[in-house]
């Protein structure tokens, strides 16, 4: 079993829907849990963090974290064509990053 | 710019030859990362830096991968014999610390290898 889980998709949305991104992870000694946006043939940017269970809202993006499910999800509001990229969520172990297979989405005008 | 940087970006080699990327950290950030990225998957951790020390190697960093950090600012990440296997995009990323909980690390372009 992976440590962390996520849906690969594709994932194909008209523009202004609501996304739900989501990811299950194994060890529950994960305090740090992230999402990354990557664009084709770049490196990861994080797009948020969060630390232990609850939300974090940063403008059209919302980052929830379930310790108890073990579970993270990303919301994306009034998604726009500028969204479609791969999201990657990520655990913070030790030192390293431990990401998920992430999911490639598109947002259709 | 002072962002991560790789380079090359991009690299074709042929089964059986040696390869060295290089990758240059945030000025100010003295942790290093080495990831692998193939196609439709997530990056894996390779290794890690602190300072010009070399503290975690993963399983995936096989005899053929080095990895150096000599003056603990740029780094360098050699791949021996070339496989097929090893085509990937290889990212590096830097943080600061240590002594902070969370270390947000900065991701470079990455090298995109392509072994024939």
């Known amino acids: 079993q992976k440590e962390v889980e996520q849906d690969p998709g594709p994932l194909s949305v008209p523009e202004g829907a609501i996304v739900s991104l989501n990811c299950t992870y194994s060890?529950?000694?994960?305090?740090?849990f992230m999402w990354y946006r990557q664009y084709s043939r770049k490196g990861p940017e994080l797009l948020m963090y969060?630390?232990?269970?609850g939300n974090k809202e940063d403008g059209r993006f919302t980052a929830q974290v379930d310790k108890s499910s073990k579970y993270i999800s990303l919301f994306i509001r009034d998604s726009q064509p500028s969204d479609s990229a791969t999201y990657l969520c990520a655990i913070q172990g030790a030192q390293k990053l431990v990401f998920g297979q992430g999911t490639r989405l598109t947002i259709n005008p | 710019d002072t962002g991560v940087s790789q380079d090359p970006r991009h690299k074709i080699t042929k089964r059986g030859q040696n390869v060295t990327f290089r990758c240059d950290p945030i000025s100010e950030h003295n942790r290093l990362y080495w990831y692998r990225q193939t196609l439709g998957q997530g990056p894996e951790f390779l290794t890690y830096?602190?300072?010009?020390?070399?503290?975690?190697k993963s399983r995936l960093l096989s005899d053929r991968f080095s990895a150096e950090r000599p003056k603990g600012s740029f780094s360098t990440l050699e791949i021996q014999r070339t496989e097929q296997g090893d085509s990937a995009m290889y990212l590096c990323a830097s943080s600061l610390g240590p002594g902070l909980p969370y270390n947000e690390q900065f991701f470079g372009p990455g090298t995109r290898l392509t072994v024939l």
């Open positions: 060890n529950s000694a994960f305090q740090y």
């Open positions: 969060t630390y232990s269970s």
């Open positions: 830096f602190q300072n010009e020390a070399q503290l975690e």
